[in-house]
C-alpha cells in the first residue's frame, strides 16, 4: 500500500513539474523538448508505462490508468499551449514564424470530359422527364443479339464486332449439362432496352449511358472501349415526331445553338424503319468543311421506331405500344464540343488532357 502511494505521488509530482514546464516554455521548440523527454519514445512516461510489471500483479490496472491520465494531460497542455504560440503569432520555430511565406497549395482534381458530358446530356434528358438507367457491360447473347433481332448467324451481327468470353462454367442438371449462356462484352447500350422491358410495364422514357467494346481497329475515330447514350420512349402513341422534336430540343440545349436535325433511312435489326440522324456541322455552319466531309451535316448516331420483334421478345402487345429508340456515341459528342481531334486521347491517361476542362 505504501508503495502503491508513492508510486501515485511520483506520478503527481512529475505532472505538476510537466505543467509547470509547458506553462513556462517560451518557443514550439522548447514545447518539442518537453514533449521528447516525457512522451517521447524513451521519455519518462513511456519507461514508467514499460515498468510496471515491478508492481503488484492486482495494482497494475490502477497505476496504468494514473499514468495514462497524466499523458492525456500533458498532451492537453501541450496543444493549448502551442495555440497560444500560434495565436499571438510568437515564434513558433527557433528561426520564427514567417506568416508571408506562401502555404502549400492545393490542386484541384479535375472531372474527364467524357464525365462533363455524360453529365450534362442526363441533366437535359432528366429535365425532359427521362429516368437514367444502367446496365451490365459483360451480357448475354441473348440480351445483346438474339432479343434485339439480331439471330446467330445472321450477317447482320458482323455489325458489331464483338469480344466473346470464354466460360468454363457449367449449369448442372440432374440429368445433362446445360451449357450456360455465351458472355460478351457488350457492344451496344441497346441490351438494356431489353432488361429495361423485361421489368417494367409502358409507357416510360429512359436514357442508356455507358461503355461499350468492339473488337475492332483502333484510329482517330475508332477505340476498342467507348462510350454511347441510348434513349427509348414506349407509349400509346409515341410517334418518329415526337423523337424529332425531342432531339431537336436535346442538340439545342446540348450545344447552346439552334441546329438542324435531319433523318436520313438506314438500318438496325432493332428498329423499323432506323435513321441515321445527323445534325448540321458546327463548324462550317453547313457550308461544308473538312470535319463534316463537305457535305454540310455530321452524324450523330443511330434511331428509329422499336422493332416489333423487340416488342416480341419482351412480351408486350403489339396492339398497346410503340415507341423510339437512339444510340449516340459519347466520345462524339465531347470532340464536338471539346475539339478534340482523337478519340485515343480519352483513355491516354494524359492529364494534360483533363486538366483543359
Ligand atoms: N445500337 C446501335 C449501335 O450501336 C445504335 C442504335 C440504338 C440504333 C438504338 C437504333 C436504335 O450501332
Partial sequence: MKKNNDENTNILSIKNDVLQAIHGANSASELNKIYNAYLG??????NLLRSIGDIPAEKR???????HNVIAAIENSLRDKEGVFLENNIQTTDKGLDITM?????????????????????????????????????????HNFDALNIPKNHPARDMWDTFWLRSKQKISNSKKQIPSPRLLLRTHTSPVQIRYMEMHEPPFRIIVPGKVYRFEATDASHELQF?????????????VANFKYII??????????????????????FTEPSFEVDINCLFC????????????????????MVHSEVFNAVKYDLKLVQGFAFGFGLERFAMMKYRIPDIRLFNSGDIRLSQQF
Fill in 227 to 239: 462510350n454511347q447514350v441510348e434513349g427509348l420512349m414506349v407509349g400509346k402513341d409515341i410517334s
Fill in 248 to 269: 431537336g430540343v436535346f442538340f439545342e440545349r446540348f450545344f447552346g445553338t439552334k441546329i438542324n436535325v435531319r433523318l436520313r433511312a438506314s438500318y438496325f435489326p
Fill in 102 to 142: 506562401p502555404g502549400i497549395k492545393i490542386k484541384n482534381g479535375h472531372l474527364h470530359p467524357l464525365t462533363l458530358i455524360e453529365r450534362r446530356i442526363e441533366h437535359i434528358f432528366s429535365s425532359l422527364g427521362f429516368g437514367v438507367v444502367e446496365g451490365p457491360e459483360v451480357e448475354d447473347e441473348w
Fill in 285 to 304: 455552319s453547313g457550308k461544308g468543311c473538312s470535319t463534316c466531309g463537305h457535305s454540310g451535316w455530321l452524324e450523330m448516331g443511330g434511331a428509329g
Fill in 61 to 67: 490496472p490502477g497505476y496504468a490508468k494514473e499514468i
Fill in 41 to 46: 519514445k524513451n521519455g519518462v512516461l513511456r
